[in-house]
């Protein structure tokens, strides 16, 4: 590199990326801007059910108590966002708006950035009380398919996804198993219906090396 380029690349301004609480509700979480379909008086309002993402920025004037449009539609860069927190939203999703949601998420991610879905767990009566959740329920199976080494190996014939995350996951306990010891919870959640009332998964976009 040229001592001219160095220069250049010096006096770049440092990009920032962003932080994003999708489907944030009333309530977006610390350190995040929040981004839902609906005027909440979060920072960002995005359909997030089509794709690609569209932003429009909110803001409450001066001497209003009701959150306004202050920009246009902005697209939601690739690469953009460093990191997403989605806390009991992607249930209300249909399958296929599910897949376009990850492989949306997957593009606007920078490569290592990461994402917490919590969502209810399948075998808990929360997946089913809100009738305004879609099917099925979200299972731990379904993290499986967000990673295309997988799905070349075991699902050859769905090539719905474009996405590529590694995943990892856990749960949050019902409170009458919080006190128990580790093999009583791990049978517990093996075999027992309200064991687990959310899961918590994490999904980390791969960095893919260029050799």
Not at 52 to 69: D, I, N
Request: net charge neutral; charged share 20%; hydrophobic share 35%.
């Amino acid at each position: 590199m040229s001592l001219k380029q160095r220069r250049k690349l010096a006096a770049a301004p440092e990009r920032k990326f962003l932080k994003l609480d999708l489907g944030c509700g009333p309530h977006p979480r610390e350190g995040f801007e929040g981004v839902d379909s609906r005027n909440f008086g979060q920072p960002w309002q995005c359909d997030l059910a089509t794709t690609p993402w569209r932003l429009t920025r909110f803001a409450t004037m001066k001497g209003q108590s009701e959150a306004y449009p202050v920009s246009g539609v902005e697209p939601l860069g690739d690469g953009s966002v460093e990191e997403v927190h989605c806390s009991h939203f992607l249930e209300h999703l249909t399958g296929p708006q599910r897949i376009h949601f990850v492989n949306e998420l997957h593009r606007v991610l920078v490569p290592g950035g990461k994402c917490m879905v919590v969502t209810p767990h399948w075998a808990s009566n929360r997946a089913y009380g809100d009738l305004t959740h879609q099917w099925p329920p979200v299972s731990e199976m379904w993290f499986y398919y967000l990673n295309a080494e997988w799905r070349a190996a075991n699902a050859p014939h769905n090539d719905f996804y474009r996405c590529d995350f590694e995943a990892t996951w856990g749960y949050a306990l019902h409170p009458e198993l919080t006190q128990r010891n580790q093999e009583y919870q791990m049978h517990a959640l093996s075999f027992w219906k309200e064991a687990a009332q959310d899961i918590i998964a994490t999904l980390t976009k791969k960095i893919v090396i260029k050799h």
